[in-house]
């Protein structure tokens, strides 16, 4: 399975629809946003993508019941807090945003997932303990450890990650 993950777009909803099409052209399965859309537009748009979507609020994202019937109007699961996306043989992936440490610090520890994702640093992240694999694919606003924005794709089958620049 191929995963695109996304985070921190902060309204860009130009460079995120960029991602979008980088995801697109590697047919991904699903689309993981990991929090800070900052905005209803950015829902919409990840709810045309095609693909199965997954987002996660973000500490920026504060009109939650809004997003939250945007992303039932376009097909979109989204959480406040967690998301889960089955990634076959009992297998999950599970994502936060990132800004609460102890349940980041939680999901990890548990030991029950195969790889966790979050965003909120705005830092690239891709890190092994005890079998889990956390995952942060930068950001597409105000990158802090690249000089451009970034996205990722997870291929589970492969356990293989292909950062992305996102170029817009």
Excluded at 100 to 105: A, K
Excluded at 140 to 158: E, G, K, M
Aim: contains cysteine; proline residues 2%.
């Amino acid at each position: 399975m191929k995963i695109g993950i996304v985070s921190d777009s902060h309204g860009m909803t130009r460079r995120l629809a960029a991602a979008l099409g980088e995801f697109s052209e590697r047919n991904v399965d699903a689309i993981v946003h990991c929090g800070d859309l900052a905005g209803v537009e950015s829902l919409e748009l990840l709810g045309q993508a095609g693909p199965t979507v997954y987002v996660v609020a973000g500490n920026m994202d504060r009109n939650i019941a809004a997003l939250d019937n945007a992303a039932e109007l376009g097909g979109v699961e989204f959480s406040g807090e967690v998301v889960e996306v089955g990634i076959g043989d009992g297998d999950i992936l599970i994502a936060t945003h990132g800004n609460d440490e102890s349940l980041l610090g939680e999901l990890i520890r548990e030991g029950k997932f195969r790889y966790v994702c979050h965003g909120h640093t705005h830092r690239r992240r891709d890190e092994r303990r005890d079998g889990v694999r956390i995952i942060n694919p930068g950001a597409i606003s105000h990158p802090r450890d690249t000089h451009f924005p970034s996205a990722a794709v997870l291929d589970t089958a492969t356990d293989t990650i292909e950062w992305l620049r996102i170029d817009a």
